[in-house]
């Protein structure tokens, strides 16, 4: 299991992320998991029910884990290529953020940096500029 920390200031606030997760290869396709891409698959049954008494980390919305299908998307090329004959489950165990000032497209960034330092895998190239006019992050997948 591996933690990742998120951050981006860009702007007149920042967008920050800790991401905790794993992943398991196996020779076919895993039961209980999402399809992503090709034989990525993605589990996020444990942040979507995540103890709302318990602040070690928070519970999402079904919106947000999109963003979280959003960055395992971007790196499942990267991910099978690595690993060309099975099957790659990430599972998400936890994500913890400010909940003021919050950006989902940061889950999306963040799962996609926790897959390159989980794999090894070259950074994925994502541009984000800060939108004064809408108080927003604006990223170019």
Same mark, same amino acid.
């Given at each position: ?68 299908? %959003? ?21 998400? %165990? ?7 000032? *919050? ?26 500029? *800060? ?11």
């Amino acid at each position: 299991m591996r933690t990742t920390s998120y951050r981006l200031l860009r702007g007149p606030w920042g967008i920050a992320v800790d991401l905790t997760a794993d992943a398991r290869l196996s020779p076919g396709p895993p039961a209980g998991a999402e399809h992503v891409a090709g034989r990525v698959w993605l589990d996020v049954a444990a942040v979507l029910n995540h103890p709302a008494d318990d602040r070690s980390g928070w519970r999402i919305t079904g919106d947000e884990a999109e963003w979280l299908r %959003r960055g395992a998307a971007l790196a499942a090329p990267a991910i099978e290529a690595r690993f060309p004959g099975g099957h790659t489950t990430v599972t998400v %165990r936890r994500v913890l953020f400010p909940q003021a000032d *919050f950006q989902p497209e940061g889950l999306a960034a963040a799962l996609l940096r926790w897959a390159e330092d989980e794999f090894g895998l070259p950074a994925h190239p994502v541009d984000v500029a *800060f939108d004064r006019a809408a108080g927003r992050y604006v990223y170019d997948w």
